[in-house]
């Protein structure tokens, strides 16, 4: 490990990026335009469950100022019985999401799409599209999806046998968990439900491209442009090496934009016309058929003893993919009891198709769902055993050497850390008054590594320029410029931090997992490493001795001791000035699959009180304890924790998508979604625990995805403390509340 | 239909610009006059993004009309720093990392700094309520809200 002086790592400085967003000037997609640009807007099917017949484009590509019309004719067919696999995206289901092919599975699944002079003109000409539907018996809802004569949406799937909506299964197994019952002296197993939820980024998806001589170039928002390049190609059929997607700045994501939707679209209208392409999507399009995560109905039984050691727990978990397979159930089923030292576990993850839009990642994917019903349910076995729920926690928490369900046994780990710095936190002690109470819970994920690519510049002057390969959505240009300042010895601000195009830095994996500061940082590192051998040499070489003999301390290169001889240190911008003489151009690259990120836990409390007229539950005080390894930027970091716990309690108390009786969603706006806005919540302290990672040069373990882990039973829990009545069904909002009150 | 002709005046600037009458001013601003800080991230009056000044009232621009803007006068988000220095605003939210993707940033900024000129002494429920148009989904508002506190303290100190 690097010996740290801890100038700059974890340090509060302001970001590369900053001045930039503060003022406007920052390019996201939508603000970028080309010459000759003209505009592609989607028609998109008005049933959520239909048989496309025909489709009849004349008298849209008559229309004046129709440039082009695309159907998924268009674009590269993947046949419905191989399965071509993008990372953990099959291509079958991205290619019929960008273009519904046989059917229409969701309102809303894009069915043509139209380049036009206008924004205006294009949105005329879907009109004119003509497509016969043979409408088809729909259905939303998990528990309708499984029944036994539920509408079946693909008939190449089957579960056991039979036609089915289940689209798969996971298990995993630990010990024997009947005989672990069987030792429990309290067991208590609960069904909950939660609702799809949005991702919510504030900015909709956008994409520029342009094709010229056969090469592409996009610009779009999203969280990986190499992803992006990938996916377009394969739906494309334009080579990879003919196309460059280039990372605009992006209004959020949170794993909502780990797949694509406008960017093939655009670049085969682009191919067509000749001309550069725009394409963004309105708030409405956003929330019909983008993201979201999945709607679940789970089981979850816990076994106890008296002395409050958990001995066996089970859990079942049906989650809501959308039209087309690929719910994250590995995220459910994995992590709802990964937190604990639990020696029998049997957890099961159901994958179910219904006509709702596909889902995708978001923060933590199928963890917070897990946790919920977990954690509530462990919020009752405490209460059960007289218990607090903290030191039931504590009792059984996961530590190092513990083997989890999933797999692996946990190394260095600071989730114990976080229950202490809970119980001895002031928020656990305040008193709490009459309608308002307190809850907790806790959880884990598994954090991801993976290729990372970097390049470390000494500019001539004696200045750094590093480039990466993974967008920027929440700080990590900052994170990076304090890593490299502080390995070097220089000043931060002589640091500047770009994110690459496909075409300017190696692959790198997408902005998701958690993986972008803890990957990066590996490669710059080791960059940075190879810059400061070289620079030593280039010392060596100007004072004509052994560059063995030379070390690098405080920015500037110096003999190693009295042996070497006597020569004055020599700057960055010394031997910069000398690069040529000495050697050429300074800097070094490393491309690597990053390994060893380790998962991440934390504890969150929360204290709500309730308005029994309104049904209204306001959020008092709300506290995150991390485990996050190193915060290198500690703001950020920060950052991370309070939105996460922003956006659990928003899935807890307000976030849900209403259909009518047509499957159409009924609420696909900001303000009929309601997400929570500034005067819903209070402060959200974020206290963060560094155990660091040892192995990561800087100890950095991810931390953008673990705070959505635990809110959902934090707030539950907190809820039910006020009103000694549980809630097993997201979310909490007032007429829920209402009826459970009224039911007293 | 013929374009409609506009005169106003933008972040001190006299302006023209030809438009439709059913045009919105955020159009306008994103699209013809290349003023992209505002941002759209709803079209409908929901999200706050698109926040502009209109004759020093706060507005959202994707709910007015580009016609409206006939000799009224606008302040937008490229207007807000004074060259290379920014408002103090501005500044506050780099120093408590009150942003992170910075897509909702211009409108908060904006309608923050409305908030203190009506109120340069606002509690944490009043710039809690005030900024209730203005979401954020990045932040959770803890450091927004403190980093609008913060500057309104230092403002009255500095006057
Ligand atoms: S874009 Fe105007 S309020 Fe959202
Ligand atoms: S910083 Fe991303 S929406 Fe506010």
Known sequence: MNVINNKWIGSRTIRPDGADKVTGRASYSADTSMPGMIWGKVLRSPHAHARIVSIDTSRA???????????????????????????????????????????VLFHGHPVAAVAAMSERIAAEACKLIEVVYEVLPHVIEIEEAIKPD??????????????????????????????????????????????????GYIEPHSALVSVVDGKAVI??????????????????????????????????????????????????????????????????????????????????????TKDGKIVAAQGTFYLQAGALPGSPIRGAAGCAFAPYDIPNVHSTGFDVVSNRSKVAAYRAPGAPIGAYAAECVLDEVAEALGMDPLELRLKNAARQGTKAAHGPVFPVIGFVDTIEAAIAHPHYKTPLGKLQGRGVASGFWFNAGGESSAQ??????????????????????????????????????????????TATIGYSNLTGGSRVLFASAMVVTQSTEKVIKTLCERAAKIWKIDPEAVVWEDGEAKPAGENAGKFPAL???????????????????????????????????????VDPELGIVRVLRYTSFQDVGRAVHPSYVEGQMQGGAAQGIGWALSEEYLYDKNGKVDNASFLDYRMPVCSDLPMLDAVMIEVPNPKHPQGVRGVGEVPLVPPLAAVANAVANALGKRFYSLPMSPPRVLEVLDGA | MAKMHVATTINGEPEEFLCEPHDSMLDLLRGALG?????????????????????????????????????????????????????????????????????????????????????????????????????????????????????????????
């Open chain 1, 61 to 103: 590509e008559a229309h004046p100022g129709v440039k082009a019309v695309v159907t998924a004719k268009d674009i590269v067919e993947f046949p419905l019985d191989k399965s071509v696999m993008l990372g953990i995206q099959d291509m079958r289901w991205m290619s019929r999401n960008v273009l519904a092919r046989e059917k």
């Open chain 1, 150 to 199: 539920a509408p079946i949406l693909h008939d190449f799937l089957s579960f056991e046998g039979k036609p089915s909506n289940i689209a798969g299964k996971l298990e995993h197994k630990l010990g024997d968990v009947e005989a672990g019952f069987a030792k429990a002296d309290v067991v208590i197993e609960r069904h909950f439900k939660t609702r799809p939820v949005h991702q």
């Open chain 1, 219 to 304: 610009w779009s928002s999203s969280q990986g442009q190499f992803m992006v390049r990938a996916m377009t190609s394969l739906l494309t059929g334009i080579p990879q090496s003919d196309i460059r997607a280039i990372p605009a700045e992006i209004g959020g994501g949170f794993g909502g934009k780990t797949i694509i939707y406008l960017e093939p679209v655009a670049t085969i209208l682009a191919k067509k016309t000749g001309r550069p392409v725009k394409m963004v999507m309105t708030r409405d399009e956003v929330m019909r058929a983008t993201g979201p995560t999945s709607g679940s109905m789970s089981t979850v039984k816990i076994g106890a």
């Open chain 1, 456 to 501: 470390v510049n000494i500019t001539e002057d004696g200045n750094v320029a590093v480039t990466t390969g993974h967008p920027d959505i929440g700080g990590s240009r900052a994170s990076i410029a304090n890593i490299t300042a502080e390995l070097l010895g220089i000043d931060y601000k002589r640091v500047s931090v770009l994110i690459g195009d």
């Open chain 1, 571 to 609: 700057s960055l911008v010394d031997i910069a000035a000398k690069a040529s003489e000495t050697g050429g151009p300074i800097g070094a690259g490393v491309q690597q699959n990053t390994q060893g990120a380790e998962g991440g836990f934390a504890t969150h409390v929360c204290d709500v009180e």
């Open chain 2, 35 to 159: 003023l992209t800080g505002a941002k759209e991230g709803c079209g409908t009056g929901d999200c706050g993004a698109c926040s502009i000044m209109l004759d020093g009232r706060l507005v959202c621009s994707c709910l007015m009309l580009a016609p409206e803007a006939e000799g009224r006068k606008i302040d937008t988000i490229e207007g807000m720093a004074q060259g290379e220095t920014l408002h103090p605003l501005q500044q506050k939210f780099l120093e408590m990392a009150a942003l992170q993707c910075g897509i909702c940033t211009p409108g908060v900024l904006m309608a923050s700094r409305a908030l203190l000129e009506r109120n340069p002494d606002p509690t944490e429920t009043e710039v809690r309520f005030w900024l209730a148009g203005n979401l954020c989904r990045c932040t959770g508002y803890d450091k927004i809200v403190r980093a609008v506190l913060e500057t309104a303290a230092e403002m009255r100190g500095a006057a």
